[in-house]
């Protein structure tokens, strides 16, 4: 049985924008679209996306459920490592020199500017409900309640 890389792959990328979407989270995936993200008031979740198992098994898993929550982020969004490569680097860029590139990640930006991230050290090797909880101090520091 011979299987196509390329089409598991697509499915695989696929199934991953997908949850993103099904969550609330709007895909950034130009440089335009990273402007855009920043210049927002407010504050705004950037969750860099991955086809890694931690993004699958943890890291989408926790950004779905972090968002309902009675304190959470104006805007959601996220940036898709190695599909959106532009987009992601660019983003990695802007978040500043403080920023350590992980994917995945999250990064939570106030009136344009990184105050807080979670890296994939702090994803990998955990249970969705500890980055859930991380998550959710963030927004209890840098977050309005709705």
Do not use: W
């Not at 982020?73 to 660019?90: C, I, S, W």
């Amino acid at each position: 049985m011979s299987m196509d890389f390329n089409l598991y792959m697509n499915e695989i990328v696929t199934t991953a924008r997908n949850e993103m979407d099904a969550a609330g989270y709007e895909q950034l995936r130009t440089t335009e679209d990273v402007d855009r993200a920043l210049e927002r008031p407010g504050t705004t979740l950037f969750m860099v996306n991955s086809v890694c198992g931690c993004a699958g098994g943890i890291a989408r898993p926790a950004a779905t459920h972090a968002a309902h929550y009675d304190r959470r982020p104006d805007h959601l969004v996220t940036v898709f490592a190695g599909q959106d490569k532009e987009a992601t680097f660019y983003a990695r860029d802007k978040f500043g020199d403080e920023h350590l590139p992980s994917s995945p990640s999250f990064v939570l930006v106030k009136d344009g500017q990184m105050v807080a991230e979670v890296g994939r050290h702090e994803i990998e090797g955990h249970d969705p409900m500890s980055v859930i909880t991380h998550l959710q101090g963030l927004f209890e520091e840098y977050c309005e309640e709705y």
